[in-house]
């Protein structure tokens, strides 16, 4: 068997941030033994490792401004071309360095064609053709009038140009130097040639399709399987010559059989589909798609013809975010009019169900006794209008708990964990001297104000994990009160912490006792590890509904949202933030909620919607145990950072048999097998360790050394324990700990 780091030393994996929502205007793939993709935004340029999964802002000299268009030049594969404003920009580095070209005359440009033949640039700026051989220019006119976007040479004779005008087509057979008119009266949008036959092209307008066999002289309209008047957008040839993809402004068709027939491929998009702006390919059949308008973003479908997968959207804002951790259960996202509730692994987009019960959601709570039942609080059309609404049935049904005019707005809801009928519910601003707390003893199915909380504003209420009862309640002005008898009745506390801006958010830890946190809109996240009598501030911006999330299975870790668009990890709160995600454009980080199921996170944020990003933790533990003699799972987890420049990797083992041996596996891949009354993940081959054994208390600790490689950041692995256990249900005698995703860092 490998040694650890021999086994990690042969593999690498990209760091992952997390898939971007919002508008995406062109994407290019780079070849290689790891495709790369670099997708261009109005903001700036993305790049991802991973096949779309996450990206990551890329790309330095680049203006953030909008990319027209991406190119790879045939002639220097390691350079690309980026056509912005009255600019082509290069890098020779996959995109982390950027240049400019001598600028061209004229207006900005639409359209990059580069020679395969001698790698010269063409470009259309709606006005003319302009052509340089390089970098240095001249640029030099080609052709004028009414030239629109397209200009594409024929891949298999570069010799062969073809652009598109308000009247017909132009024609180059001396590589871009002279064009020639060669088809009238057709405005011509998209051009795409074949890959095999330069003189096979099909041609969009905005009312038409067209298709060319002899290079353009005739053509004939192609209607099959196409909308009434499509208004072309891009035609892009797959490299077999038969596969083509005609996008439009009602949406994406694909032929088959070289552009004579085509039939609709909008499946996964939203209804109606967003505009289409880009399309690229990928290996193993992968099409990756841009667009923009409501459902833009990026998205990405393993073959033609099978769903996409929308990475993003631009649709927003998501107030609170909520997901549930069985099998089937659904996804709820908190808006300005209602709810948006998406099956399991689903988008929340305004093309999923919504639920209208005429409240601005704020705060949403899933009932613990019951996945399938939820709470949304909120506000309603009238000013102070303090609603709570309890759905069921994945929100299908709905049903008022609360509707109290001048009772304030509803932004807390908290379910009691050692009493799960109880639940408190916030409000703010609490007007009219009503109460800024709600009781509830039956899940939420009525509620009752309680007494002496008038003029509290209250932003957050939370249950002490660990002393049953008492419960902490934190007002927008920073004021603060306890109840020690599950929210009955309530004392003020004195705050010990500068306030600077509306408080926001109040949070137990529930693996530490005494560790509080908090967020101040004025001096961002704060942290007290003594029930709030001293505070530390972690020098994170927070927003007004900012959130702290917690992960099953890491004692300490803890995720934050910023006001910044930042979704922020720390080990422990002593260390220094990992970023996992940033945008810009997202706005404030509105919501966290796990999704254990799919190892991801589902964030909301204030402009771009709802965003999934992979859980790129330290740590995640994963379904998979099986039950010991003690009539428990065992438990793996891990301990602070695993960095490769901290030397070693720590990791945990409780609930175990006292005494009992066992031994761990570790493994670069997964792969599910139903055994010993469990799933062993861990695929084959992997790494095992010496024999272990549990103390008295069933405890046992495993370290092991990690390679000081930057190779090797970003890589995952998949751990799992199995422990001698004869009076196990299972009659192997063997229980199974569940399996831990371990992410490296550096």
Known sequence: MLPVP????????????????????????????????????????????????????????????????FELDPTQPQRLLALVGNEVYQSVDGGALWTASLPFPGPAGRDLAVSPADGSWLVSNGSAL??????????????????????????SNPQRVYAGTLT?????????????????????????VSPLDPNLLLFGSNAQLRRSTNGGLSSTPITSGLPTN?????????????????????????????????????????????????????????VFLTAEA????????????????????????IVDVLVGGTPGSARIGGTFNGVFVAPQGGKLSPSAYQADFGTSTQVLARDPLNPG?????????????????VLTNEGQSVQLALNAFGAGSVQALRFNPFQPTQVLAGVFPGDFGNSALWRSVDSGASFQAVPGTAGWATRAVTYDPFVPGRVLQLSDNGQWA?????????????????????????????????????????????????????????????????????????????????????????ATPAAASILLYQEPKSGAINGLALDPLLGSILVGTSLAGAVELPLAVPFLPLSGASTSSLGTQPQLFGQGLPSISGGSLQLRLTRLPPGA?????????????????????????????????ADGAGNAGVSFPLPNNSNLVGLFLFSQAGVIDPAAPDPSGISLTNPLRIKLFD
């Open 6 to 69: 021999l086994l990690l030393s042969l593999l690498q994996t990209p760091l992952s941030l997390g898939p971007l929502g919002g508008d995406a205007q062109a994407v290019l793939v780079l070849p290689g033994p790891n495709p790369v993709l670099l997708v261009a935004r109005s903001s700036g340029l993305l790049r991802s490792t991973d096949g779309g999964l996450s990206f990551f802002p890329f790309g330095s000299g680049l203006p953030a401004a909008l990319i027209a268009d």
């Open 130 to 155: 302009l052509r340089a051989p390089g970098e240095f220019g001249p640029w030099t006119q080609v052709a004028a009038g009414s030239i629109l976007e397209p200009v594409e040479f024929a891949p």
């Open 168 to 192: 017909g087509l132009l024609r180059s057979d001396d590589g871009g130097q002279s064009f020639a008119p060669i088809g009238g009266n057709t405005w011509v949008q998209a051009i795409g």
């Open 230 to 286: 499509p208004n072309a957008e891009f035609l892009r040839f797959e490299a077999g010559g038969q596969g083509l993809w005609f996008g439009h402004l009602s949406g994406l068709a694909y032929s088959s059989d070289a552009g004579l027939t085509f039939q609709a491929a909008n499946q996964g998009l939203t209804n109606p589909p967003p505009i289409p702006t880009d399309l690229a390919f990928g290996s193993g059949g992968l």
């Open 294 to 317: 409501s459902g833009g973003g990026f998205y990405r479908a393993p073959a033609p013809l099978q769903p996409w997968l929308h990475l993003g959207f631009a649709d927003g804002p």
């Open 373 to 389: 039942r939820f709470l949304a609080g909120g506000v309603g059309a009238f000013i102070d209008d303090a609603k709570i609404a």
């Open 482 to 570: 306890a109840s020690n008898n599950g929210g009955q009745t309530w004392s003020p506390l004195q705050p010990a912490w500068p306030v600077s801006g509306p408080s926001a958010t109040l949070a137990h830890d529930p693996s530490v006792p005494q560790r509080l946190w908090r967020a101040d809109t004025g001096s961002g996240w704060w942290i007290s590890n003594d029930g709030g009598g001293s505070w530390t501030n972690l020098g994170l911006p927070a927003s007004l509904d900012a959130e702290v999330l917690f992960v099953p299975g890491q004692p300490e870790a803890a995720i934050l949202g910023t006001s910044n668009g930042q979704v922020r990890y720390l």
């Open 661 to 693: 041996p066992g031994l761990l596996g570790i493994s670069t891949g997964a792969s599910p097998l139903p055994l010993f009354g469990g799933t062993l993940l861990p695929a084959l081959p992997f790494f095992v360790s010496s024999a272990l054994a």
